[in-house]
């Protein structure tokens, strides 16, 4: 899959493609802010990883526009889900500190889906 990545802290974004590629994924960017993230929306790619709290502030409105693209996504993130907005609790959730076994399983899903879980 060609996946996304909205990550601002780079340690883990690092982590996140590394996990990533070595199963085969092909990263497509990996950004660190809202703005990045507004902007490559039209970008191709297949799913995408959301951290929530980003610079720019929080990456809801980003998983809206995947949701309207039918571009299917994760969160991956310190927050509990229980923080994200009523629209967006049914979006899939990968708790950090995550486990690489977690956040595949999570991307499988994505990709059996393709569909926001």
């Known amino acids: ?12 974004a690092t982590d996140l493609q590394a996990i990533l590629e070595a199963e085969g994924h092909e990263i497509v960017d990996s950004l660190g802010s809202l703005d990045e993230a ?3 929306l039209d970008d191709e790619f297949d799913c995408a990883l959301l951290d929530i709290d980003v610079i720019g502030g929080k990456s809801f409105g980003v998983a809206e526009a995947l949701i309207e693209r039918q571009i299917p996504f994760a969160f991956v993130s310190a927050s509990k889900p229980s923080d994200l907005p009523q629209a967006l609790r049914q979006a ?5 500190p995550f486990e690489e076994r977690t956040l595949l399983k999570s991307v499988e899903h994505l990709t059996l889906n393709r569909l926001p879980c």
Do not use: G
């Open 1 to 12: 899959m060609r996946i996304l990545i909205l990550e601002d802290d780079p340690w883990i």
């Open 38 to 40: 507004y902007r490559h």
């Open 92 to 96: 899939a959730f990968v708790a950090k």
